[in-house]
C-alpha cells in the first residue's frame, strides 16, 4: 500500500494548511477495502445487474467488456444479431497508434475480451461458439470494418464451469507496490496448471538473476517517457480526478497507478496539474519514473507469455491465453502488472526490444511481459456502459 506516514502527512498538511475532517480522510484513504465505489468497475455478476431484464447477448458483452485491455481504452464494438448473437469488432475510435503502431496490443484485447465472456457466460448457463474472423481475410487495413468474431451462445443446462470464471470479478491488474515472498518455481507451475493455456508459452523469470530485465524494463519506461508522441498518448488517456475517471469512465488514472491514501489527495490537489506543459514537464517525468522503478524493484518474479508466430490470429489467441494467466494468477493470490513498454513497436524502441528479444527465433514474439508479487490494494478501473458499445 502506498501512503504517507502521519509525520509527513502532518508536515504537507501544515504548509498547506490543510485540514480534513476524518470522512474525508477516509475518502482518499481507498486502499484495501473490496467495496465498489461509483466510478469502479461493476460486478457483472451483481445480484442487481443479474436480476435485469436485458438480452442473454447483452449480458454476455457486459461480462466481456470488464476483460484487461491496453490502456484501459476498451477498444471494442459489437453489431447485435439477435438475443444470442452478435459480431465484435475491434472499434478504431479508439486506438493507440503511437505506443502500438502495429495494433498488436489492440488486437490481444480484443482476444481477452473473447475469453473472458466465454469464461463468464458459463456462470449464466451458456456455451459460447466463438468463430473468428467470420468474414474471412483480414488485415490491419479492415480494423474497425470486418469483424473480429461471431459469437453465438448456445444454453446448456449441464454446463461444465471452467474454475477460472468464479475469479473474473475479482480480476484487476495492479500496479501497486508488491509485498511478500519471491514467486517460487511451484508457484509458477501453479499458475501455469490453472491457466491452462492454448496458444502460446508461458516462461518464468525468478526474482534473483533478473537484474538485468529490470534494468532494461525501465530504460524502455524511459524512452517512452522521453518520447514526446507515446508520452503524450498516456496524458490523453489520462484521467485526472475521481469526476473524470465517472465521467469517461475509461483510461488511466492515479488511482489505478496504485497510489492511494494521503499520497492521492496531495498528488491529486497540489502537484498533478491538467495541462500539456506540466505533464511533460522534468519534474512530472521524474516523478512517473522514480513510480515506475520502485514497481519494477518491488517485482516478486516475472512472466512472459510467447508465441511461434506473430499474424494478428497469434494476438488475439495470445489474448485469450493472457486473460487466463490473469484469472489464474488471481486465484493463486498473486498480483500482476504488465510492462509492456519493452514489448512495443515504434522505432525510437527498437534498439531496447531487440535486445531484450535476442534470443527469440525467428519469428517468435513475446506478446505479454508481467511482473507479480501480491499486494491488497483494490481499485476496480471503470468500464462505459454497455450500450455505449453497441452499433
Ligand atoms: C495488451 C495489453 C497491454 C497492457 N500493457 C500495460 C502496461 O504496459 N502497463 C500497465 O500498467 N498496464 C498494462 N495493461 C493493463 C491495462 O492497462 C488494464 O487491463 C486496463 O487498464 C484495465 O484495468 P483492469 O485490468 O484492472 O480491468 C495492458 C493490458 C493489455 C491487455
Same mark, same amino acid.
Given at each position: 500500500?502506498?501512503?504517507?506516514?502521519?509525520?509527513?502527512?502532518?508536515?504537507?498538511?501544515?504548509?498547506?494548511?490543510?485540514?480534513?475532517?476524518?470522512?474525508?480522510?477516509?475518502?482518499?484513504?481507498?486502499?484495501?477495502?473490496?467495496?465498489?465505489?461509483?466510478?469502479?468497475?461493476?460486478?457483472?455478476?451483481?445480484?442487481?445487474?443479474?436480476?435485469?431484464?436485458?438480452?442473454?447477448?447483452?449480458?454476455?458483452?457486459?461480462?466481456?467488456?470488464?476483460?484487461? $485491455?491496453?490502456?484501459?481504452?476498451?477498444?471494442?464494438?459489437?453489431?447485435?444479431?439477435?438475443?444470442?448473437?452478435?459480431?465484435?469488432?475491434?472499434?478504431?475510435?479508439?486506438?493507440?497508434?503511437?505506443?502500438?503502431?502495429?495494433?498488436?496490443?489492440?488486437?490481444?484485447?480484443?482476444?481477452?475480451?473473447?475469453?473472458?465472456?466465454?469464461?463468464?457466460?458459463?456462470?449464466?448457463?451458456?456455451?459460447?461458439?466463438?468463430?473468428?474472423?467470420?468474414?474471412?481475410? %483480414?488485415?490491419?487495413?479492415?480494423?474497425?470494418?470486418?469483424?473480429?468474431?461471431?459469437?453465438?451462445?448456445? =444454453?446448456?443446462?449441464?454446463?461444465?464451469? $471452467?474454475?477460472?470464471? @468464479?475469479?473474473?470479478?475479482?480480476?484487476?491488474?495492479?500496479?501497486?507496490? %508488491?509485498?511478500?515472498?519471491?514467486?517460487?518455481?511451484?508457484?509458477?507451475?501453479?499458475?501455469?496448471?490453472?491457466?491452462?493455456?492454448?496458444?502460446?508459452?508461458?516462461?518464468?523469470?525468478?526474482?534473483?538473476?533478473?537484474?538485468?530485465?529490470?534494468?532494461?524494463?525501465?530504460?524502455?519506461?524511459?524512452?517512452?517517457?522521453?518520447?514526446?508522441?507515446?508520452?503524450? @498518448?498516456?496524458?490523453?488517456?489520462?484521467?485526472?480526478?475521481?469526476?473524470?475517471?465517472?465521467?469517461?469512465?475509461?483510461?488511466?488514472?492515479?488511482?489505478?497507478?496504485?497510489?492511494?491514501?494521503?499520497? %492521492?489527495?496531495?498528488?491529486? $490537489?497540489?502537484?498533478?496539474?491538467?495541462?500539456?506543459?506540466?505533464?511533460?514537464?522534468? @519534474?512530472?517525468?521524474?516523478?512517473?519514473?522514480?513510480?515506475?522503478?520502485?514497481?519494477?524493484?518491488?517485482?516478486?518474479?516475472?512472466?512472459? !507469455?510467447?508465441?511461434?508466430?506473430?499474424?494478428?490470429?497469434?494476438?488475439?489467441?495470445?489474448? =485469450?491465453? %493472457?486473460?487466463?494467466?490473469?484469472?489464474?494468477?488471481?486465484?493463486?493470490?498473486?498480483?500482476?502488472?504488465?510492462?509492456?513498454?519493452?514489448?512495443?513497436?515504434?522505432?525510437?524502441?527498437?534498439?531496447?526490444?531487440?535486445?531484450?528479444?535476442?534470443? !527469440?527465433?525467428?519469428? @517468435?514474439?513475446?506478446?505479454? !511481459?508481467?511482473?507479480?508479487?501480491?499486494?491488497?490494494?483494490?481499485?476496480?478501473?471503470?468500464?462505459?456502459?454497455?450500450?455505449?458499445?453497441?452499433?
Amino acid at each position: 500500500m502506498v501512503s504517507f506516514s502521519r509525520k509527513t502527512f502532518l508536515k504537507y498538511g501544515i504548509s498547506f494548511g490543510v485540514i480534513l475532517s476524518t470522512s474525508q480522510i477516509l475518502q482518499y484513504c481507498k486502499t484495501s477495502s473490496k467495496e465498489r465505489y461509483d466510478y469502479e468497475r461493476k460486478d457483472p455478476f451483481g445480484p442487481g445487474f443479474l436480476s435485469e431484464n436485458i438480452s442473454p447477448i447483452l449480458k454476455a458483452i457486459r461480462i466481456g467488456i470488464t476483460a484487461p $485491455n491496453p490502456h484501459n481504452v476498451q477498444p471494442w464494438k459489437f453489431k447485435l444479431i439477435d438475443d444470442h448473437s452478435a459480431f465484435l469488432y475491434v472499434d478504431e475510435k479508439r486506438l493507440l497508434k503511437d505506443t502500438d503502431p502495429t495494433f498488436r496490443q489492440i488486437h490481444i484485447g480484443q482476444g481477452t475480451f473473447l475469453e473472458n465472456l466465454s469464461l463468464g457466460i458459463q456462470v449464466l448457463g451458456y456455451f459460447a461458439e466463438v468463430s473468428l474472423f467470420p468474414e474471412g481475410k %483480414y488485415t490491419i487495413g479492415d480494423i474497425g470494418k470486418k469483424p473480429i468474431a461471431k459469437i453465438v451462445l448456445n =444454453k446448456q443446462e449441464d454446463i461444465v464451469r $471452467n474454475p477460472l470464471s @468464479e475469479f473474473i470479478s475479482d480480476r484487476v491488474t495492479r500496479r501497486s507496490i %508488491y509485498e511478500g515472498e519471491d514467486l517460487t518455481q511451484e508457484d509458477f507451475e501453479k499458475i501455469r496448471k490453472d491457466s491452462a493455456v492454448l496458444y502460446s508459452e508461458l516462461k518464468f523469470i525468478p526474482k534473483a538473476g533478473s537484474e538485468n530485465l529490470r534494468k532494461q524494463l525501465v530504460a524502455a519506461m524511459q524512452m517512452e517517457t522521453d518520447t514526446y508522441n507515446t508520452y503524450e @498518448e498516456s496524458r490523453i488517456w489520462f484521467r485526472y480526478n475521481d469526476e473524470e475517471i465517472g465521467k469517461f469512465k475509461d483510461g488511466l488514472s492515479l488511482r489505478a497507478t496504485g497510489v492511494s491514501g494521503l499520497k %492521492y489527495f496531495f498528488a491529486r $490537489n497540489f502537484f498533478l496539474k491538467p495541462g500539456v506543459e506540466s505533464w511533460h514537464s522534468d @519534474e512530472n517525468k521524474k516523478a512517473g519514473m522514480d513510480m515506475f522503478t520502485s514497481q519494477v524493484e518491488s517485482s516478486k518474479g516475472f512472466i512472459f !507469455l510467447k508465441t511461434d508466430h506473430n499474424e494478428i490470429i497469434d494476438w488475439v489467441q495470445a489474448g =485469450k491465453d %493472457y486473460l487466463r494467466l490473469q484469472l489464474a494468477t488471481t486465484k493463486n493470490g498473486f498480483s500482476i502488472h504488465p510492462m509492456s513498454q519493452i514489448l512495443q513497436e515504434y522505432p525510437e524502441m527498437d534498439p531496447i526490444r531487440n535486445e531484450f528479444e535476442s534470443s !527469440l527465433r525467428s519469428g @517468435e514474439k513475446i506478446q505479454m !511481459l508481467v511482473r507479480l508479487g501480491k499486494s491488497d490494494y483494490h481499485y476496480y478501473s471503470p468500464r462505459r456502459d454497455p450500450k455505449d458499445f453497441i452499433l
